[in-house]
């Protein structure tokens, strides 16, 4: 379709941008470590952000002068999903930022807030079409929040445990035993990565919960069935088994550290093959990644 | 009864309540669960036999890979899942609930040297005086304390969200109350699948898996059935039954209309809307008028049956679909008086479309009628309330067990001369670092009240 851009997509265009220079200067931060960087970094993200609040306020209202009646919340097809993705991405990261002040984190995260916007600006289908009878469900706003912000969480979990692997491993090569220096010398100590790590993860899992069960609800309310085995949801059940593995290896000795950084990786793999890889590789009742 | 039989019930209980089984178990289950999602499930031999060799077809066939999900070896991992759980609650509550219940109201010096939050003061004030200032504090601040009296040490304690250890408890509960559901809705309910002709009625269902239909104890009657598309677009907007309820004959619902995303309940049994298909073939109605008499004829067609004219000649429907701007448009092939063969179209809401054709006769369609059947799902699943409780104690539980602490306060006074010493300490049974940070403002207030 031909048709002219939607203002909502323009602005998406400046987040993708904005996310893409705060991924950058993130990025600088480590190599020139300077405060001015960490802060223009911060600002990219957080003006990024609130210019994607206020676009994805903008595809909604959009929605009605499309469609009058049939207007909805833009979260029901895999390009509304892919942004709104990102935006969950910015909201966790910002919101533990605002706890622990570690921009090098920011250097492991935002990149995955870029990738998504740049993927859904470039390669997917933007048209704002009608929903069909399957979607029509109050129950479709409340899976999707709920699931796309646990799965952020992850990502966000993800990104700081990678920086701990490196992190570690450096550490452990490294004869002298002191911290590491080179990019390596913004990065927080192990213990507050493993901090971030689990933080992130506790707030993840109560969501993907969340999800699941609304879900299951509005399956029900559907289908009648809260639990059919259908791919995407085993899916979503492997990533929650990953998940509670992690928690419960907090108090086992011998699963903490490296391990638990693993199984967060691991986790999000998965996350995202539940997310993406079951539309693309599998077939299921889900048509989109919702 | 010997030591070794007790030292082996030990290690099987000790196994059971391992923490290293919980993880094994939730990853085991995380891993097998791949294999439903890549191998088709519940299809009939002669599907996988065109995707599989024999041989692979046997050895998939013998490890249940076709159902894995009701499969014996899965059942037991969730079998053994719930054992562990069950064991490792039943050897951790009764410690929490003492801890609880029977709260430690003097902490010696043992128990001081493990806070990392120690406080020590030397105040220039009898202990009497101390205590009830600080008892006070400790209410107006944190909570209302316990004082122990031992010889001349006076003890406080105070404690806050004590309940919060049972967060954990809740959330484990949950899993065994959601599996209690989930078995009660399988022996206790069943799904299925009804097909109704519009205007016609049904009484009993066959359920999944199973062959005796079972009698619901009232009918279901579906009035008619449309599906609506999007103006301007071949995109689905509503699929819709009308459905009757009547019990001994008598209606007790009415004219129900039921959409996908809002399904018709009625005594526990609930009826979704599923699927459609047509029944029959269509019938058009035509007006046909004669270009030189100016004569109407009506008549009707059934898809593709010929039907002859008045006047001589015949015509019969060959295609016929919906087109979102145009309605119902048919195709017909007309055999005229003189056996010539000419084709027409007709739309719906073109209605003078055939007479630019410029033929004999100009059809008009009148009226297209498509009886169909509508596919709706079945559901009796009495357990799905303890499900749904089950999902609500878990969301909770959790939300308990991450976001909320049990913490303690312990102080201990002991008079010095005419001072009195104070030792102060607390802890929380989580989230330490937010726990400090309270405890730190706690401490400057402290300091404020006691100087
Ligand atoms: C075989 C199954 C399971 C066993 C034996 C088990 C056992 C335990 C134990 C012993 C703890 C530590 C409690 C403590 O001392 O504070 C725990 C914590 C916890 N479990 Fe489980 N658990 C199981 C499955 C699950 C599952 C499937 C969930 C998913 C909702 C879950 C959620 C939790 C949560 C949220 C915590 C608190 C974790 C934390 O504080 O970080 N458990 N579990």
């Given at each position: 379709?031909?048709?002219?851009?939607?203002?909502?997509?323009?602005?998406?265009?400046?987040?993708?941008?904005?996310?893409?220079?705060?991924?950058?200067?993130?990025?600088?931060?480590l190599a020139l470590r300077s405060k001015g960087v960490a802060l223009a970094a911060s600002a990219a993200a957080y003006i990024g952000f609130t210019i994607q609040t206020f676009a994805i306020g903008m595809r909604w209202y959009e929605s009605y002068q499309l469609l009058g009646e049939h207007g909805r919340a833009p979260l029901t097809n895999l390009y509304e999903s892919v942004v709104f993705f990102a935006w969950t991405i910015l909201l966790i990261y910002l919101l533990l930022d605002l706890k622990y002040r570690q921009p090098s984190v920011g250097a492991f995260v935002l990149p995955f807030a870029f990738l998504?916007?740049?993927?859904?600006?470039?390669?997917?289908?933007?048209?704002?079409?009608?929903?069909?009878?399957?979607?029509?469900?109050?129950?479709?706003?409340?899976?999707v929040i709920t699931c796309f912000l646990g799965y952020a969480a992850f990502a966000v979990a993800c990104g700081v445990s990678i920086m701990y692997l490196i992190k570690s491993g450096r550490e452990e090569k490294s004869a002298s035993g002191t911290s590491a220096g080179g990019l390596m010398a913004m990065f927080p100590s192990t213990r507050i990565l493993d901090d971030i790590n689990y933080k992130a993860i506790m707030i993840g899992f109560p969501l993907l919960t969340l999800g699941i069960v609304t879900g299951a609800a509005w399956a029900n309310y559907a289908w009648g069935t809260y639990w059919s085995w259908d791919r995407k949801e085993t899916w979503s059940l492997i990533v929650w088994f990953i998940y509670a593995a992690f928690l419960h290896a907090r108090f086992t000795r011998g699963w903490v550290g490296k391990k638990a950084a693993w199984l967060s990786i691991f986790g999000f793999a998965a996350t995202i093959f539940c997310y993406l890889g079951v539309n693309l590789l599998l077939s299921g009742l889900h048509s989109y990644g919702g | 009864m010997s030591a070794n039989k007790r030292d082996f019930t030990t290690a099987i209980w000790d196994f059971f309540c391992s923490l290293k089984l919980t993880i094994s178990l939730l990853i085991l289950l995380a891993v097998t669960s791949i294999i439903g999602t890549v191998i088709q499930q519940n299809r009939s031999p002669e599907q996988y036999l065109e995707v599989y060799s024999v041989t692979t077809y046997r050895v998939l066939e013998s490890l249940q890979f076709f159902d894995m999900y009701h499969s014996w070896w899965f059942l037991t991992l969730l079998g053994l899942f719930s054992i562990n759980l069950i064991a490792c609650s039943v050897k951790r509550f009764p410690r929490v609930w003492k801890t609880v219940?029977?709260?430690?109201?003097?902490?010696?010096?043992?128990?001081?040297?493990?806070?990392?939050?120690?406080?020590?003061?030397?105040?220039?004030?009898?202990?009497?005086?101390?205590?009830?200032?600080?008892?006070?504090?400790?209410?107006?601040?944190?909570?209302?304390?316990?004082?122990?009296?031992?010889g001349e040490k006076v003890h406080l304690f105070a404690q806050k969200g004590a309940w919060a250890r049972f967060g954990v408890y809740v959330t484990h509960l949950s899993i065994l109350i959601i599996f209690l559901g989930a078995i009660m809705g399988s022996l206790l309910g069943y799904k299925g699948y009804v097909n109704i002709l519009e205007g016609s009625s049904i009484d009993k269902v066959v359920p999944r898996g199973g062959s005796e239909p079972i009698p619901l104890g009232f009918t279901v009657r579906c009035d008619s059935f449309s599906v609506s598309f999007y103006e301007g677009t071949g995109r689905p907007k509503e699929y819709k039954s009308m459905l009757t309820v009547l019990e001994n004959g008598v209606a007790v619902i009415k004219d129900r209309p039921v959409v996908v995303n809002d399904p018709l309940t009625y005594k526990g049994i609930t009826f979704?809307?599923?699927?459609?298909?047509?029944?029959?073939?269509?019938?058009?109605?035509?007006?046909?008028?004669?270009?030189?008499?100016?004569?109407?004829?009506?008549?009707?067609?059934?898809?593709?049956?010929?039907?002859?004219?008045?006047?001589?000649?015949?015509?019969?429907?060959?295609?016929?679909?919906?087109?979102?701007?145009?309605?119902?448009?048919?195709?017909?092939?007309?055999?005229?008086?003189?056996?010539?063969?000419?084709?027409?179209?007709?739309?719906?809401r073109a209605p003078d479309l055939d007479a630019l054709r410029g033929g004999e006769q100009i059809f008009t369609l009148v009226e297209f009628k498509q009886?169909?059947?509508?596919?709706?799902?079945?559901?009796?699943?009495?357990?799905?309330?303890?499900?749904?409780?089950?999902?609500?104690?878990?969301?909770?539980?959790?939300?308990?067990?991450?976001?909320?602490?049990?913490?303690?306060?312990?102080i201990t006074l002991q008079p010095v001369g005419g001072k009195t010493g104070i030792k102060m300490g607390g802890t929380a049974h989580r989230n330490q670092p937010g726990f400090e940070l309270f405890f730190d403002e706690f401490k400057k207030k402290f300091k404020a009240e006691i100087s």
């Open positions: 379709m031909a048709t002219q851009q939607l203002l909502s997509e323009q602005l998406s265009n400046i987040v993708t941008i904005a996310y893409f220079a705060a991924m950058i200067l993130f990025i600088a931060y998504s916007m740049a993927w859904a600006q470039l390669r997917l289908n933007a048209g704002i079409d009608p929903l069909v009878p399957a979607l029509q469900s109050n129950w479709l706003t409340y899976h | 219940r029977e709260p430690v109201l003097v902490a010696d010096d043992t128990l001081y040297r493990t806070f990392s939050n120690l406080e020590e003061h030397l105040v220039n004030q009898p202990l009497p005086q101390v205590r009830d200032r600080l008892a006070a504090f400790l209410g107006k601040e944190f909570a209302s304390p316990v004082v122990t009296v031992e979704y809307q599923s699927s459609y298909q047509p029944a029959g073939d269509a019938v058009f109605q035509f007006t046909v008028k004669d270009r030189q008499s100016g004569q109407d004829q009506n008549v009707s067609a059934r898809f593709g049956q010929p039907v002859k004219l008045a006047g001589g000649g015949s015509f019969r429907v060959f295609n016929a679909k919906e087109d979102p701007a145009f309605g119902i448009t048919a195709q017909l092939e007309l055999t005229t008086a003189a056996g010539e063969r000419r084709f027409a179209q007709v739309a719906q009886r169909y059947f509508t596919g709706l799902q079945v559901a009796k699943d009495p357990g799905v309330w303890v499900v749904w409780v089950g999902c609500t104690m878990m969301i909770i539980g959790s939300l308990i067990a991450f976001f909320l602490s049990h913490r303690r306060i312990w």
